[in-house]
């Protein structure tokens, strides 16, 4: 069984930083391209950003503010968020990229920016 545990979010104030951690089980993770994704209230999901073995994409709206990592020796993907903005107020998940499993939206982690 698959399973994605998001944590790391918080409340932060506009101009601060995060690190968001996904531990995986249930998947070879070290073959697994890894996507971050968000939802913010009202709006769809939509990818943050993801990483394969060798290559990071970022969605134009966090480019240059975030940064996806991987250590395939911990299961683990992270996300460290910097000059954090109120628009990237949402639940972070991470999951499968690019095709996300259905099974693996966890519960995700809450991320609000607001002074």
């Known amino acids: 069984q698959v399973l994605f545990v998001e944590s790391g979010g918080g409340l932060v104030q506009p101009g601060g930083s995060l690190r968001l951690s996904c531990a995986a089980s249930?998947?070879?993770?070290?073959?697994?391209?890894m996507g971050w994704y968000r939802q913010a209230p009202g709006k769809q999901r939509e990818l943050v950003a993801s990483?394969?073995?060798?290559?990071?994409n970022y969605a134009d709206s966090v480019k240059g503010r975030f940064t996806i990592s991987r250590d395939n020796a911990k299961n683990t993907v992270y996300l460290q968020m910097s000059s954090l903005e109120p628009e990237d107020t949402a639940v972070y998940y991470c999951?499968?990229?690019?095709?996300?499993?259905?099974?693996?939206w966890g519960q995700g982690t809450q991320v609000t920016v607001s002074s």
């Open positions: 990483i394969s073995q060798s290559n990071t």
């Open positions: 249930g998947i070879i993770f070290r073959f697994a391209a």
């Open positions: 999951n499968r990229h690019p095709v996300p499993l259905a099974d693996g």
